[in-house]
């Protein structure tokens, strides 16, 4: 609907040329035409009152200009001209931009918006945003072929999942044991929080294969069966329920076919904006304020021309709604676990604090504008690089998670060549060879999923597995322990991670994983050795003896390297000292009580030592010479590269990692420190 001022908006002015005039008499009578329900007035009055600006009368006068093939700019006039020495004098007068943009729809997609804005819609699972999202579903399965080729047929269902019903069915949903059927099946992906969600155990399997009453189930989990039917599908996979949580071999056998799951189901449900399962997917909103309205022009030509219009907080692009409050860190996106679920879905809907959105392998819908955009457009324009993060902004996850998927997790038909690492920030298009970026692109995985919470510091491995599993067979490699171990090239990429300084602690070490593998440490990790271009191995990988599941994993890594020993006086003081005398082609790892006399203090400004763990005081350390590389950003310096490790043991030559270190070659190669020797040493 619009008022008679913006009926004649669009029929007396051409998008394609400058144009000013005069929009309302006064903003009083902007407010007036925004109640009684124009469109367009509601939107720029909105934007209006939405910003900070100075105080405005009411009797100001609205004008507009139109920007050639961009849309307008809105000014409001103070009718009474300002006296000298008026503090108002000089600033630049309050201006709302209305974007004017061609959006080719879907015909469907029109028939919907059409019918949505003569619709009630006050919430996110209303009827009207019901239909949006099915009618989106359909969208996808009948036109996009990248997507009906990465989920073809009906998969087999999980061991378990929970029978809903079909549409509007009031009967009670419960658990079907599948023995290996057929079918199309939704996934949950959801925040369990601080309470423990309803759950099936040994003793209640049997009364949940009868019926789970829906009174009984959290909020999140009833809103997820009520999507389900709405998009007529009977089935739905929900961790909790479909997972035996006190029989930790089902637990096991569950959590290694996970990926599984994600990357088979129709789409995955993704409750946003919850941080439990009681906080439920649906969220109150007016579903008319931030979708673009549409237009009608009439050019000088006489030519007609459809247009929507909206403004830069009605956007869900990143450019344009960067500071936006809609897209504040959302709780789902915290979780480690659910990593591989965003990464694994084929389709995933996402229902968070104010509207519900679509990603799929081909295209984005959201119901703020553009309304649509490509996936390739959508990792472009809003995929930040390491340099510029978005810190929290779910689009920027969900730009780096689609680029994952189409790499590497459903790639076309014909496999991207498109190299991206020199898009990083740290990497000019020679520095590294485009064999490195499967390992660059895994280590940019690692650090966004390190970065995640986690409840169970023991599930790192097992939460990550799925991903792993998924991308084996598209790129012909070999994982183990959080690293790919099918070369030596491999290994030593997989050894370049450095722990994040912690504030206040420094974290825990873990027993699940060797401690050369960014999965025995408790925090976050990143890849510095990943940021060194002309990377140059300075190590020689003899040997690894690996055994383990994916829950556990135990390795021996025999590695030749030239090493330096040093001295820590606690952790933050670290000196090179001269070689232990009782060395006779044995290391000693043992600690020491005594400061050596013959000391070369550290300066960690241009040394930086980062410690996987608290060292104590008075301990003996070894500097491991691991790679060596360019760093673009210090003018083309050379640095080195070092695992720093201690010993096992008394005269042993077994060791564990217990930091990593980077140092300016001219002073590790430098005369004045005691000589790096080369050794061969195994790392636990």
């Given at each position: 609907?619009?008022?008679?001022?913006c009926?004649t908006?669009?029929?007396?002015?051409?998008?394609?040329q400058?144009n000013?005039?005069v929009?309302?008499?006064?903003v009083?009578e902007?407010?007036?035409s925004?109640?009684w329900g124009?469109?367009l007035?509601?939107?720029?009055?909105?934007?209006f009152?939405?910003k900070?600006?100075?105080s405005?009368?009411?009797?100001?006068k609205?004008t507009?200009k139109?920007?050639?093939?961009?849309?307008?700019?809105v000014?409001?006039v103070?009718?009474v001209p300002?006296?000298?020495?008026?503090p108002r004098?000089?600033?630049?007068s309050s201006?709302?931009?209305?974007?004017f943009?061609?959006i080719?729809?879907?015909?469907r997609?029109?028939?919907?918006?059409?019918?949505?804005?003569?619709?009630?819609?006050p919430?996110?699972?209303s009827?009207?945003?019901c239909r949006?999202?099915?009618t989106?579903?359909?969208?996808?399965?009948?036109?996009?072929?990248?997507?009906?080729a990465?989920?073809?047929?009906?998969?087999?269902?999980p061991?378990?999942?929970?029978?809903?019903?079909?549409?509007d069915?009031?009967?009670?949903?419960y658990?079907?044991?599948?023995?290996?059927?057929?079918?199309?099946?939704?996934?949950l992906s959801?925040?369990?929080?601080?309470?423990?969600?309803?759950?099936?155990?040994?003793?209640?399997?049997?009364?949940?294969?009868t019926?789970?009453r829906?009174?009984?189930?959290?909020?999140?989990?009833r809103?997820a069966?009520?999507v389900?039917?709405?998009l007529?599908?009977?089935?739905?996979?929900?961790?909790s329920?479909?997972?035996?949580?006190d029989?930790?071999?089902?637990?096991?056998?569950e959590a290694?076919?996970?990926h599984?799951?994600?990357?088979?189901?129709?789409?995955?449900?993704a409750a946003?904006?919850?941080?439990n399962?009681n906080?439920?997917?649906?969220?109150?909103?007016d579903?008319?304020?931030?979708r673009?309205?549409?237009?009608g022009?009439t050019?000088?030509?006489?030519?007609?021309?459809?247009?929507?219009?909206y403004?830069?907080?009605?956007?869900?692009?990143?450019?344009?709604s960067s500071?936006?409050?809609s897209y504040k860190?959302s709780?789902?996106?915290d979780?480690?676990?659910?990593?591989?679920?965003?990464?694994?879905?084929p389709?995933?809907?996402?229902?968070?604090?104010?509207?519900?959105?679509?990603?799929?392998?081909?295209?984005l819908?959201d119901?703020?504008?553009?309304?649509?955009?490509?996936v390739e457009?959508?990792i472009?324009?809003?995929?930040t690089t390491?340099i510029?993060?978005?810190?929290?902004?779910?689009?920027?996850?969900?730009?780096?998670?689609?680029?994952?998927?189409?790499k590497?997790?459903?790639?076309?038909?014909?496999?991207?060549?498109s190299?991206?690492?020199?898009?990083t920030g740290?990497?000019?298009?020679?520095c590294?060879?485009?064999?490195?970026e499967?390992?660059v692109?895994?280590?940019?995985?690692?650090?966004d999923?390190?970065?995640?919470?986690?409840?169970?510091?023991?599930d790192?491995?097992?939460?990550?597995?799925?991903?792993?599993?998924?991308l084996?067979p598209?790129?012909?490699?070999t994982?183990?322990?959080?690293?790919?171990?099918e070369?030596?090239?491999?290994?030593?990429m997989?050894?370049?991670?450095s722990s994040?300084?912690q504030?206040l602690?420094?974290s825990?070490?873990?027993?699940?994983?060797?401690s050369?593998?960014w999965?025995?440490?408790e925090?976050?990790?990143i890849?510095p050795?990943?940021w060194?271009?002309?990377?140059?191995?300075r190590?020689?990988i003899?040997?690894l003896?690996?055994?383990?599941?994916a829950?556990k994993?135990?390795?021996e890594?025999?590695?030749?390297?030239d090493?330096?020993?040093?001295?820590?006086?606690?952790?933050?003081?670290?000196?090179?000292i001269?070689?232990?005398?009782?060395?006779?082609?044995?290391?000693s790892?043992q600690?020491?009580?005594a400061?050596?006399?013959?000391?070369w203090p550290?300066?960690?400004r241009?040394i930086?030592?980062?410690?996987?763990?608290n060292?104590?005081?008075?301990?003996r350390v070894?500097?491991a010479?691991?790679?060596?590389g360019?760093?673009?950003?210090?003018?083309n310096?050379?640095?080195?590269?070092?695992?720093?490790?201690?010993?096992?043991?008394?005269n042993?030559s077994?060791?564990?990692?217990?930091?990593?270190?980077?140092?300016k070659?001219?002073?590790?190669?430098?005369s004045?420190?005691?000589?790096a020797?080369?050794?061969?040493?195994a790392?636990?």
């Amino acid at each position: 609907m619009l008022c008679a001022k913006c009926q004649t908006l669009c029929s007396s002015i051409d998008p394609h040329q400058d144009n000013d005039f005069v929009h309302h008499e006064t903003v009083e009578e902007l407010c007036t035409s925004s109640i009684w329900g124009c469109h367009l007035c509601k939107m720029i009055y909105r934007a209006f009152k939405e910003k900070p600006y100075e105080s405005i009368s009411l009797s100001s006068k609205v004008t507009i200009k139109t920007r050639q093939d961009s849309g307008i700019e809105v000014s409001f006039v103070d009718p009474v001209p300002k006296s000298a020495g008026d503090p108002r004098n000089g600033k630049k007068s309050s201006v709302v931009y209305v974007i004017f943009q061609r959006i080719d729809l879907p015909r469907r997609f029109k028939s919907m918006l059409q019918l949505s804005e003569i619709s009630h819609d006050p919430n996110t699972g209303s009827e009207a945003a019901c239909r949006l999202a099915a009618t989106w579903l359909e969208e996808c399965l009948e036109t996009h072929k990248r997507c009906l080729a990465s989920t073809s047929g009906d998969p087999p269902l999980p061991h378990r999942v929970i029978d809903v019903g079909l549409i509007d069915d009031l009967a009670e949903p419960y658990l079907l044991e599948t023995s290996g059927q057929m079918g199309k099946y939704l996934t949950l992906s959801h925040c369990w929080g601080g309470g423990t969600p309803i759950k099936t155990t040994k003793e209640n399997i049997q009364r949940h294969r009868t019926g789970v009453r829906l009174a009984d189930l959290p909020r999140t989990f009833r809103d997820a069966v009520h999507v389900a039917r709405k998009l007529g599908c009977r089935y739905l996979w929900i961790d909790s329920l479909c997972i035996i949580q006190d029989d930790r071999k089902d637990w096991e056998v569950e959590a290694i076919l996970m990926h599984q799951y994600y990357k088979q189901s129709l789409l995955t449900i993704a409750a946003a904006d919850g941080n439990n399962s009681n906080a439920g997917l649906f969220r109150d909103r007016d579903g008319l304020k931030n979708r673009p309205s549409e237009l009608g022009f009439t050019d000088i030509n006489g030519s007609s021309r459809q247009l929507y219009a909206y403004t830069n907080t009605m956007s869900f692009e990143l450019a344009r709604s960067s500071l936006s409050d809609s897209y504040k860190p959302s709780p789902l996106y915290d979780r480690a676990w659910v990593f591989q679920e965003q990464a694994l879905s084929p389709r995933t809907l996402t229902y968070a604090r104010d509207r519900l959105s679509w990603r799929c392998q081909e295209m984005l819908f959201d119901e703020r504008a553009p309304l649509i955009k490509s996936v390739e457009d959508f990792i472009i324009k809003d995929k930040t690089t390491n340099i510029a993060r978005r810190g929290g902004d779910p689009r920027s996850t969900d730009a780096t998670i689609a680029e994952l998927q189409r790499k590497w997790i459903f790639p076309g038909p014909i496999p991207n060549p498109s190299r991206s690492v020199a898009n990083t920030g740290y990497h000019a298009k020679c520095c590294y060879l485009p064999e490195d970026e499967f390992f660059v692109e895994w280590g940019n995985v690692v650090r966004d999923y390190t970065q995640r919470g986690m409840t169970y510091q023991s599930d790192k491995l097992i939460a990550i597995q799925g991903i792993a599993d998924a991308l084996a067979p598209m790129v012909s490699r070999t994982y183990f322990a959080g690293i790919w171990v099918e070369s030596t090239k491999s290994i030593f990429m997989g050894l370049l991670w450095s722990s994040m300084r912690q504030k206040l602690k420094l974290s825990q070490r873990l027993d699940i994983a060797p401690s050369w593998s960014w999965a025995s440490t408790e925090g976050a990790v990143i890849w510095p050795g990943h940021w060194l271009c002309r990377l140059e191995s300075r190590i020689q990988i003899l040997e690894l003896k690996r055994s383990g599941t994916a829950v556990k994993a135990t390795a021996e890594l025999i590695i030749e390297a030239d090493l330096r020993p040093a001295f820590a006086e606690d952790s933050q003081v670290f000196a090179v000292i001269n070689w232990p005398e009782e060395h006779t082609g044995e290391i000693s790892g043992q600690s020491t009580n005594a400061p050596p006399r013959s000391r070369w203090p550290l300066d960690r400004r241009e040394i930086p030592v980062s410690l996987d763990e608290n060292l104590g005081s008075n301990v003996r350390v070894w500097f491991a010479e691991l790679a060596a590389g360019e760093v673009h950003t210090q003018a083309n310096r050379k640095d080195v590269h070092c695992l720093v490790l201690v010993g096992c043991g008394e005269n042993s030559s077994t060791f564990r990692r217990v930091g990593y270190s980077m140092w300016k070659e001219s002073i590790w190669a430098s005369s004045e420190l005691p000589e790096a020797r080369k050794m061969t040493l195994a790392i636990l």
